[in-house]
């Protein structure tokens, strides 16, 4: 099971961070994943990091604002949003070792196919 938390309402330029924590399983091995989903508009991959060398990615579009980090002694992947914008409200979501996520940070693959619930992020005024 995959929870998120840390959503919430910020301002624009504010910052958040969100965490997605791992239970019944360990995260360590598997690449993990952020994407988000805003009302009218298709799922965007914000953020991923490899299961296999820590490399990550980021979509242009949060590229220098955001920062996908993971701490295997807490099961736990974060993700720092600064400068945030109004167009990054959206539903967020923590997807473990999928093949969405594999297409962004290739990485062995379990099948185990996690997805969490997701957390709402509004920015706005």
């Known amino acids: 099971q995959l929870v998120e938390s840390g959503g919430g309402l910020v301002q624009p330029g504010g910052s958040l961070r969100l965490s997605c924590a791992a239970s019944?399983?360990?995260?360590?091995?598997?690449?993990i994943g952020w994407f988000r989903q805003a009302p009218g508009k298709e799922r965007e991959g914000v953020s991923c990091?490899?299961?296999?060398?820590?490399?990550?990615y980021y979509a242009d579009s949060v590229k220098g604002r955001f920062t996908i980090s993971r701490d295997n002694a807490k099961n736990t992947v974060y993700l720092q949003m600064n400068s945030l914008k109004p167009e990054d409200t959206a539903v967020y979501y923590c997807?473990?070792?999928?093949?969405?996520?594999?297409?962004?940070?290739?990485?062995?693959?379990?099948?185990?196919?996690?997805w969490g619930k997701g957390t709402l992020v509004t920015v706005s005024s």
């Open positions: 997807v473990a070792d999928h093949p969405l996520v594999q297409e962004l940070c290739p990485s062995r693959y379990y099948g185990e196919d996690y």
């Open positions: 019944g399983f360990r995260l360590g091995y598997f690449a």
């Open positions: 990091i490899s299961g296999t060398d820590g490399s990550t």
